[in-house]
C-alpha cells in the first residue's frame, strides 16, 4: 500500500493506492487561527492513523521544488518535516518526488497543467467526475508517480 502526500500547512492531500486502485482519499484541512504546532500536530496524527488503518508500506510525499512567497514555502517545509518524522517514528519508507517527476511521469510533459495531471490521474483509475479538492488529486499523482518509478509498470 502507497500513501501519497500532498502536504501543506493549510491542506494536506493524501490518498491511499494498491497498485492502480485507489483505495481511499481525502483531505486534511488545518484552522489558520491554531498554533503551527496544533497545526502540524493534526496532520501528523491523521497521518498516522492512516498508516496503521492501511498497513503502509511506502509513503510518497510531493517535494517543494520552487516558490515565490517564502512565508509559504518555509510552512509547507515544516508540514513535509512533521510528515517525514511521523513515517520515520512508524518505520515506513518515504520517497519524495517533485512537481516536474510527478507531471512528467504521468503526463509527459514537466510544464503539465495540474489541470492535464488530475485528468490523467481521472483516465488511469476510471474516475468519471473532477477530484476535489485540488490537493486530493495531487496526492494520487504522487502515489501513481511512485508507482510507476519504483514499480515500472
Not at 502536504?7 to 503551527?36: F, M, R
Not at 510525499?61 to 512508524?90: D, M, P
Amino acid at each position: 500500500m502507497i500513501l501519497g502526500i500532498d502536504p501543506g500547512l493549510a491542506g494536506t492531500g493524501w490518498a491511499v493506492l494498491e497498485e492502480e486502485e485507489l483505495i481511499d482519499c481525502g483531505w486534511i484541512k488545518t484552522q489558520s487561527n491554531e498554533n503551527i504546532t496544533v497545526r502540524l500536530g493534526k496532520i501528523c496524527d491523521i497521518i498516522e492513523r492512516l498508516i496503521v488503518k492501511y498497513k503502509i508500506e511506502n509513503i510518497a510525499l510531493e517535494n517543494l521544488f520552487f516558490t515565490k512567497n517564502i512565508s509559504s514555502a518555509l510552512r509547507v517545509s515544516q508540514t513535509i518535516g512533521a510528515i517525514r518524522a511521523t513515517g520515520f517514528k512508524r518505520g515506513i519508507k518515504l520517497f519524495e518526488y517533485t512537481p516536474l517527476q510527478i507531471k512528467s511521469t504521468l503526463v509527459g510533459y514537466g510544464r503539465a497543467e495540474k489541470s492535464q495531471v488530475e485528468l490523467m490521474v481521472r483516465n488511469i483509475l476510471g474516475i468519471k467526475q473532477p477530484i476535489k479538492p485540488s490537493h486530493t488529486a495531487d496526492a494520487i499523482a504522487v502515489a501513481l508517480t511512485h508507482l510507476y518509478i519504483k514499480h515500472e509498470v
